[in-house]
């Protein structure tokens, strides 16, 4: 059975601090690893990763996987109030029906 | 451009009873999804669809149907909601070999 583990489950810093957040997978034959933010409602996609090593980054968002120890990292620079949301670790099988399988979730608040 | 449209987004209902949740969406995706998520449970996928016509269960089918008549839309049947059904539905779409879903805005069902 396919598995995605999150940790920490919940987070709370302070605006400009600096924040990594874990994922850890089992699936079978790993297709890609995918982050995503929810904020109120729909969760919005932020990377895909398919490869080990090669960094995606998206202004002071980073995301690297590293497919020989089975996970990810999110990293959050210079946090700002709105980064406050649930990320969300998901990972896809090969399987031609890309379906994820979520982790739990990771609830980060940014204080001012 | 819509993109995905779920109706309703609020709906309280009694145990016992039935409803049906309607997923539309203008793009054209191959694939479509239903999750729901639950506090601490991350999203789980209830059954999804990889044409028209094709349906197939997911992690947590059981007390639900789902169908797939039109390539645009997708629908999630209970037929005799339980408490344990109380949940936020989301419904996803995605294009074969595109990078990450298009969710739909969310149905909180509370069953009573």
Not at chain 1, 14 to 42: I, M, P
Not at chain 1, 46 to 69: A, Q, V
Not at chain 2, 30 to 42: H, K
């Amino acid at each position: 059975e396919d598995k995605v583990v999150q940790s920490p489950l919940s987070l709370v810093v302070h605006e400009g601090d600096t924040v990594t957040l874990n994922c850890s997978y089992e699936v079978t034959n790993f297709r890609s690893l995918l982050w995503y933010k929810q904020e109120k409602k729909a969760p919005t996609f932020l990377f895909m990763l398919t490869s080990s090593g090669i960094e995606k980054k998206s202004g002071r968002l980073s995301s690297i996987l590293d497919k020989k120890e089975l996970f990810s990292i999110l990293n959050i620079t210079a946090t700002q109030t709105g980064d406050s949301a649930i990320y969300l670790c998901a990972v896809e099988g090969k399987g031609g029906s890309e379906k994820l399988v979520f982790g739990k979730g990771m609830k980060l608040t940014v204080n001012p | 451009n819509a993109g995905v449209t779920q109706t309703p987004k609020f709906r309280v209902l009694k145990t016992g009873q039935s409803m049906t949740l309607l997923c539309a969406q203008d793009m054209n995706h191959e694939y479509m999804y239903w999750y729901r998520q639950d506090p601490g449970m991350g999203l789980r996928l209830i059954h999804y669809s990889v044409g028209e016509g094709t349906t197939a269960k997911g992690e947590v089918p059981d007390g639900y149907n789902v169908s797939r008549l039109k390539k645009q839309n997708f629908l999630l049947g209970l037929e005799s909601a339980a408490p344990s059904q109380t949940s936020v539905y989301f419904c996803a779409s995605s294009v074969p070999g595109t990078p990450g879903y298009t969710f739909g805005s969310g149905t909180r069902l509370t069953v009573v």
